[in-house]
């Protein structure tokens, strides 16, 4: 059971916005950077959103991260077939060593 | 950028085993690196980081005491150690590029990884 809770899914239809939220505590996204990772299916992770809301250079700006007290969310606007993968949020932990990872969201595009 | 994993195998409870990370693209002794494993259908989870210079290393509370991390920047490779296994420590094993010398926990670059399977 991970510090980070996120819903096991979410799921739309192409053009649609989703948003996958994460939620923490005081001791983690309260306290430090929230990062985000995709997984494309049989593929290994990669950064999509680092520090609450930039973005590495190539990904699309259809992808946006944010981040409020404890919790934090990632949004994915004008949905694509291509986005169909796990999403996973990360951030270190006070009471832990290293970085916890949320459960991931797979998100599915009907 | 690249990062090569090798070494994954079938191997029994209680055994050992060791696995390494071919680095390369990159100026390897400038970045701290991570191993990060993810279960059979399973979520991320972190298991060990490493700086630059080998002077801070950390580990999973899961894995401490029976997992080492190490580097060899001539070697421009990163390897960890895996003693006492068991089978919940099945996994895919994941290199992953840190930001920064010193641990930022931001990892940009990752592998393709080596699985692990600990099964009699």
């Known amino acids: 059971q991970s510090v980070l809770t996120q819903p096991p899914s979410a799921s739309g239809t192409p053009g649609q916005r989703v948003t996958i939220p994460c939620s923490g505590g005081?001791?983690?996204?309260?306290?430090?950077?929230v990062y985000w990772y995709q997984q494309l299916p049989g593929t290994a992770p990669r950064l999509l959103i680092f520090?609450?809301?930039q973005r590495p250079s190539g990904v699309p700006d259809r992808f946006s991260g944010s981040k409020s007290g404890t919790s934090a969310s990632l949004a994915i606007s004008g949905l694509r077939s291509e986005d169909e993968a796990d999403y996973y949020c990360?951030?270190?932990?006070?009471?832990?060593?290293?970085?916890?990872f949320g459960g991931g969201t797979r998100v599915t595009v009907l | 950028v690249q990062l090569v994993e090798s070494g994954g195998d079938l191997v029994q409870p209680g055994k050992s085993l060791r696995l390494s990370c071919a680095a390369s693209?990159?100026?390897?002794?400038?970045?701290?690196m991570h191993w990060v494993r993810q279960g059979p259908g399973k979520g991320l989870e972190w298991v060990a980081s490493?700086?630059?210079?080998?002077?801070?290393?950390h580990y999973a509370e899961s894995v401490k005491g029976r997992f080492t991390i190490s580097r060899d920047n001539a070697k421009n490779s990163l390897y960890i150690q895996m003693n006492s296994l068991r089978p919940e420590d099945t996994a895919f094993y994941y290199c992953?590029?840190?930001?920064?010398?010193?641990?930022?926990?931001?990892?940009?670059?990752w592998g393709q990884g080596t699985l692990v399977t600990v099964s009699s």
């Open positions: 005081t001791s983690n996204i309260g306290n430090h950077y």
């Open positions: 520090r609450n809301y």
């Open positions: 992953a590029r840190d930001i920064l010398r010193n641990s930022a926990y931001e990892f940009d670059h």
């Open positions: 990360a951030v270190r932990d006070d009471s832990l060593s290293g970085v916890v």
């Open positions: 693209g990159f100026i390897f002794h400038d970045y701290a």
């Open positions: 490493i700086n630059w210079n080998s002077d801070s290393i």
